[in-house]
């Protein structure tokens, strides 16, 4: 409790207020998963965007291409097409507006060119992974790169 218990009451009602805030922003692109206010988080579905091959996990990989970290897909397991966004309560609302502007943005890249969705992330050193190899050919080492000697 870095903030001490009188400062967390405080501090959870603008998780609970910004997550609001997020659901009442998408809920045009991104309809709730449940029709009931949120408390730390919302739970959206994009499986609308189904029908043009678009599945949740492409919406967050072009989350990346705008910037922002991609939320938790496919949890909870119950939602089809789900994304979990779960702003902080510190979160400005310049950041959440700008954070639903691009949302917005992409459910409409959704239904007019779904392709450029599913080649996301493009504005990346590193493209999209191919998830499936990943799980069957894992591997986590690092391989730390040598010091290349400095310029004079």
């Known amino acids: 409790l870095a903030y001490g218990k009188e400062q967390m009451s405080h501090i959870s009602r603008y998780s609970v207020l910004n997550a609001n805030y997020v659901q009442a922003r998408l809920r045009d692109v991104l309809p709730q998963a449940h029709n009931r206010p949120c408390m730390h988080e919302c739970v959206l579905t994009a499986q609308q965007y189904k029908k043009n091959g678009v599945r949740a996990l492409d919406i967050s990989k072009r989350l ?7 939320p938790t897909n496919y949890f909870p397991l119950i939602v089809p097409e789900c994304l979990m966004i ?7 609302k310049e950041t959440l507006d700008a954070f639903c502007d691009a949302l917005i943005a992409i459910c409409h890249e959704a239904n007019t060119n779904p392709d450029l969705l599913h080649e996301a992330p493009t504005s990346q050193v590193v493209g ?3 998830e499936a190899k990943a799980v069957k050919l894992l591997d986590v080492k690092w391989q730390h790169a040598p010091e290349t000697p400095a310029t004079v």
């Open 64 to 70: 990346i291409d705008y910037g922002f970290h991609p």
């Open 128 to 130: 999209r992974l191919d």
């Open 86 to 92: 779960e702003p902080t309560e510190s979160e400005a």
